[in-house]
């Protein structure tokens, strides 16, 4: 949550070139595709299909993992965005047809100037819509679920070039599957959002003990509508963050505000990573400084600015949810084992809380939720801390952010989800001949490619 929202970088691509934002992904492909009609991206998808070929789609590239990743067609819909129509359902409640390869910044303006706003939001926005659902994104905030779970209708163009209205009423089998897909069941074309009227938030942060912070953790969650920190490792030190609905009139977009971000949060960061990346063992140091560069934030603005953190120091992700009870377990062994093997990691640990919801791939599903990410700095080794953090989360039925770093297996990944057998076979009633599945996804879904 911050402030004011700036465009960070996303993926970066020629026309036969493409790499995801933190570099952890590359691939080049035959076609890289950006339709701007309907009949367009049908045509893809049926030429593709007729010469056996392989379809994926492309958001903002903001996933660490090989999800679109392909040498055949990648299509990029970033020439499909908008907000096609405005259903008035109640005074508090509107239905929004938007494009899906509307980034969420775009989305957030467009919304404002109808006098809406999504309920919730993550900590960055430059991801398309359906990106952001098809991975299960999320912000932070118990009365709230995943971004996902703001969608009440969806059309799916399938493999077939056939378009698939979705919803609760219909076809609802489909629809539950097709909220967090991965892209496995076909394209967005459409999504229908639940959306409320426009909204100011006061935001607050500052600088905390995590002792004092997991004192607090219980009335914190309850007693805001949006909370979430960040501990700094080798130091005692959080940043918690709150936002709650306000009445007050914007104060944000100072010029310190504007300063604080980009040439403290940012470029000062950057170049204490750069150091950490030439001198690893300046870690523990470093993590002290940014500590203790934590300033304290009280200001007021509109929903989607608060919700949005530019970031331009680039890293690599995991992240899990684990079930909210287990939280404060998970974390402390986490933390022991950052010491337990000095691990050389300067940035923060991210803790977020997400109530529960009833989507079958979604990692919260029939779960109230705590997430907990990591993160390394892009050209630091990272796999080692990766994989010592990711048993702990294993031993407490933690399922992986779609679109962060993991190593589960299918076999691993069935064993968490109870309805991953139904997504499976909604697959391939959907897409047979495994048109919008890449390597990757063959192995994640255990679905050998003769046999597809």
């Given at each position: 949550m911050s402030q004011k929202s700036l465009m960070a970088p996303t993926s970066t691509g020629s026309a036969r070139n493409w790499r995801n934002w933190s570099g952890s992904v590359a691939c080049t492909p035959q076609n890289f595709a950006h339709p701007s009609t309907i009949e367009e991206l049908r045509k893809l998808v049926l030429q593709a299909g007729t010469a056996g070929g392989q379809v994926r789609v492309v958001g903002a590239?903001?996933?660490?993992?090989?999800?679109?990743?392909t040498n055949d067609t990648l299509i990029s819909l970033d020439?499909?965005?908008?907000?096609?129509?405005?259903?008035?359902?109640?005074?508090?409640?509107?239905?929004?047809?938007?494009?899906?390869?509307?980034?969420l910044s775009t989305l957030g303006k467009l919304l404002h100037e109808h006098g809406l706003a999504q309920e919730n939001l993550g900590d960055i926005d430059v991801q398309s819509i359906a990106g952001a659902i098809s991975t299960g994104t999320h912000g932070t905030g118990i009365q709230f679920g995943t971004?996902?779970?703001?969608?009440?209708?969806?059309?799916?163009?399938?493999?077939?070039?056939?378009?698939?209205?979705?919803?609760?009423?219909?076809?609802p089998d489909i629809f539950k599957a097709a909220q967090v897909s991965l892209g496995s069941l076909g394209i967005l074309t459409h999504v229908k959002l639940r959306t409320v009227p426009s909204k100011r938030l006061h935001y607050r942060s500052h600088r905390e003990s995590l002792e004092s912070c997991l004192e607090h953790l219980e009335s914190y969650k309850q007693e805001n509508s949006h909370f979430e920190f960040y501990w700094l490792p080798h130091t005692k030190w959080v940043q918690t963050k709150f936002a709650n609905e306000t009445e007050a009139a914007p104060n944000a977009g100072s010029l310190w505000s504007?300063?604080?971000?980009?040439?403290?949060?940012?470029?000062?960061?950057?170049?204490?990573?750069?150091?950490?990346?030439?001198?690893?063992?300046?870690?523990?140091?470093?993590?002290?400084?940014?500590?203790?560069?934590?300033?304290?934030v009280d200001e007021v603005d509109y929903s989607h600015l608060i919700f949005a953190t530019p970031r331009w120091v680039r890293f690599q992700e995991m992240e899990y949810n684990i079930p909210a009870e287990h939280f404060t377990t998970?974390?402390?062994?986490?933390?022991?084992?950052?010491e337990k093997h000095n691990f050389e990691v300067h940035f923060p640990i991210e803790c977020r809380f997400v109530q529960g919801d009833d989507i079958w791939l979604s990692p919260a599903y029939q779960r109230d939720s705590a997430y907990i990410a990591v993160h390394m700095y892009r050209g630091?080794?990272?796999?080692?801390?990766?994989?010592?953090?990711?048993?702990?989360?294993?031993?407490?039925?933690?399922?992986?952010?779609?679109?962060?770093?993991?190593?589960?297996?299918?076999?691993?990944?069935?064993?968490?989800?109870?309805?991953?057998?139904?997504?499976?076979?909604?697959?391939?009633?959907?897409d047979p001949q495994g048109l919008f599945l890449n390597g990757y996804l063959h192995v994640l879904f255990g679905v050998p490619p003769a046999s597809v």
């Open positions: 590239g903001h996933s660490f993992t090989p999800l679109v990743q020439n499909w965005q908008g907000i096609e129509h405005v259903e008035k359902v109640d005074e508090q409640q509107d239905i929004v047809t938007v494009r899906a390869g509307t980034k971004i996902a779970t703001q969608v009440v209708g969806l059309t799916l163009l399938t493999a077939q070039g056939e378009e698939l209205e979705c919803s609760p009423e219909e076809r504007t300063i604080n971000q980009v040439a403290l949060e940012n470029g000062l960061y950057w170049l204490l990573s750069e150091a950490c990346r030439l001198f690893p063992r300046l870690t523990p140091t470093i993590s002290r400084i940014s500590a203790m560069g934590i300033s304290p998970v974390l402390a062994e986490v933390k022991r084992c950052i630091m080794r990272y796999k080692d801390y990766f994989q010592a953090v990711e048993e702990i989360y294993q031993h407490y039925q933690g399922r992986p952010h779609w679109g962060k770093m993991h190593t589960l297996t299918a076999e691993q990944l069935a064993s968490l989800y109870p309805r991953w057998e139904d997504f499976k076979r909604i697959r391939a009633q959907l």
